[in-house]
């Protein structure tokens, strides 16, 4: 097939999304987007980000928990995610260190939800222990429970769970993995990492 007629079909295609999207028939849209970490996949509802996936979680599966956690209506369009793509490379570029998007907060619930909301609390260039998060949401005793919730955030990198570490300054673990978890945190603190 030639390029002009991918170009031509990838067209058509976007065309019926953005018609599906007029007429109320999406719940998830998705798009893939490039970064220092490997491919993400970002995914937004009406109610703004809902996902950021990494590429060693297996995309499919997350489509897949997404159609039943969400709606079955899941859609590749890059229009809704823009915005999010634009902030993600300015902040690999060093040009951004927070985020201006709505999230759409809602395959987190009870206290993962409370820590997940916290995390954006941990300045840019900074870390916190996973024994301040818990006490800074006023339950010190919930050590562990701030661990699982960095650890099922769906939002990584948007919320900052990768600033959060072991008492004694190591990493703990990371959804993306440790090797991009260094990479967050060395950005966050080198300019020309």
Known sequence: MSE????????????L??????????????RLVDSPLGQLMLAATERGIVRVAFGSEDFDAVLGSLAEKV??????????????????????????TGFE??????????????????????GYGHTASYKEMAALTGRPAAVRAVGTACATNP???????????????????????????RVLLALEQDPAA
Do not use: W
């Open 4 to 15: 002009l007629a991918m170009h031509e079909i990838d067209m058509l295609k976007e065309n």
């Open 155 to 181: 939002l990584p990198i948007l919320v900052p769970c990768h600033r959060v570490l072991r008492s004694d300054g190591s990493l703990g673990g990371y959804l993306g993995g440790l090797d991009a978890k």
């Open 101 to 122: 998007l709505s999230l759409d907060h809602r395959l987190s619930s009870g206290y993962r939800l409370e820590v997940q909301l916290a995390l954006p609390r941990i």
């Open 17 to 30: 999304a953005e018609r599906a999207a007029a007429e109320g028939l999406i719940d998830v849209s998705y």
């Open 71 to 96: 709606g079955v209506r899941v859609l590749h369009r890059r229009a809704p995610l823009d915005a999010a793509a634009t902030q993600l490379d300015e902040y690999f570029t060093h040009a951004r």
